[in-house]
């Protein structure tokens, strides 16, 4: 009795357990994901380049007489003026040429009024007879001889007198006057111009950086388009030191160049910007932002939200009026503070998932748990 009580009671556990196991199993709920609600707004775009600064003008000083260096009147590392007087060299022996030059030309002068004095007395007596049309001829001719050696004499005392004044070797330009380059005592000027130091004006300063070809077509296409308004021929232009600050003071495009440059694909572009304050010195490396244009119809996306897919194309995850996920591709335009910029791809009013992106899947159902909006560019 108590053998068959217990395999009742084990026929019975069995047949409880197996309707437990035929009972539905309950459903799991759409995962959970956070959106935002994407709005278009006009939103300024930049370009971010490194770039490398350079003087705004750059002179050499050299010696254009030959000479011995006697002095250097300039503090190196200190600003000039143009016209400033930096060196001398030895002027004894162009003071001796511009005399003697005088010279020649003060006697020029004289054989001149007296070649003119004898002419025009034969000009006279040609009218009497008392004199022949040869010699006539003759003193005319050395009129005309002796007034051209005055002007030649004139000339030499020019030419002195330059080589004179080359003596005192002047800035060309205002700016921040360099090393010297040869000593007191020596030489120079000896058949060539001799490299004295050089003078570079760095107020303003040009920043030089390259551009991707590729870039510019896209700005091009999107501008053709009408997804973008591009930035005038002078954008402006703000730089980031190399230690991370912002440069103060903004600048703006001053050249393109009309070309590529066929072993890198870039074209070259140059920048002004004002340095009174001489932070900026010629061959530091600098970040370069561009304004490149403003994007008319776009929005701002958390980093979050946009992905990238095998190929590296840009895309976001966007939830239907049903709920449901669906993949859409986009285009970006760089970034504006932490956000991305998307100028293609999206509509206004389309819910954005920004949370929850591991769980949500194309075409699966989801829960939204709570709508947020993207600030704009200057939050």
């Known amino acids: ?210 551009e991707p070809a590729t870039e510019q077509e896209q700005l091009t296409a999107d501008a053709e388009a009408g997804l973008l308004t591009p930035a005038s021929s002078r954008a402006k232009v703000r730089l980031t030191l190399p230690n991370g600050q912002p440069y103060g003071q903004p600048g703006r495009l001053d050249f393109r160049a009309a070309t590529v440059d066929p072993t890198t694909g870039t074209i070259a572009l140059r920048a002004i910007l004002p340095n009174a304050s001489h932070q900026l010195l010629p061959g530091m490396f600098v970040n370069v932002r561009l304004a490149v244009g403003t994007a008319i119809h776009a929005f701002l996306l958390p980093q979050a939200a946009v992905q990238r897919n095998a190929s590296g194309d840009p895309y976001v995850l966007t939830v239907s009026p049903e709920d449901t996920v669906v993949e859409k591709n986009v285009q970006t335009e760089g970034t504006s503070g932490t956000d991305w910029i998307v100028s293609k791809g999206l509509v206004d009013g389309e819910r954005v998932i920004v949370s929850g992106i591991q769980e949500a899947r194309p075409g699966k159902k989801v829960t939204v748990r709570s709508l947020r909006s993207v600030p704009g560019p200057g939050r």
């Not at 799991?28 to 971010?48: C, D, G, K, N």
């Not at 002796?146 to 003596?167: C, F, K, M, W």
Request: glycine share 6%; net charge neutral.
């Open 1 to 210: 009795m108590k053998v068959a009580a217990l395999a009742a009671l084990g026929a019975a556990a069995s047949l409880l357990a197996g309707c437990g196991s035929s009972a539905p199993k309950k459903a799991s709920p759409p995962p959970p994901v956070i959106v935002t609600i994407a709005r278009s707004q006009q939103i300024p775009l930049t370009r971010e380049f490194t770039g490398r600064l350079s003087a705004y003008r750059e002179a050499n000083v050299l010696a254009r007489v030959p000479g011995v260096l006697l002095k250097r009147w300039y503090r190196e590392g200190s600003e000039v003026n143009a016209g400033q007087a930096l060196f001398e060299i030895d002027p004894a022996p162009y003071r001796a040429a511009l005399d003697a030059a005088l010279a020649t030309l003060a006697q020029a002068k004289a054989n001149a009024l007296n070649a003119h004095v004898t002419a025009q007395r034969d000009r006279v007596l040609i009218k009497t007879h008392l004199v022949s049309e040869s010699q006539l001829d003759t003193d005319e001719a050395a009129e005309r001889s002796t007034a051209a050696l005055v002007q030649q004499a004139r000339a030499n005392v020019e030419s002195a007198r330059i080589n004179l004044g080359y003596t005192d070797v002047t800035s060309p330009i205002a700016g921040i006057a360099g090393e010297q380059q040869v000593t007191e005592g020596a030489m120079v000027g000896q058949g060539t111009p001799t490299l004295l130091a050089t003078v570079d004006q760095i107020n303003p300063i040009y920043v030089n950086f390259n």
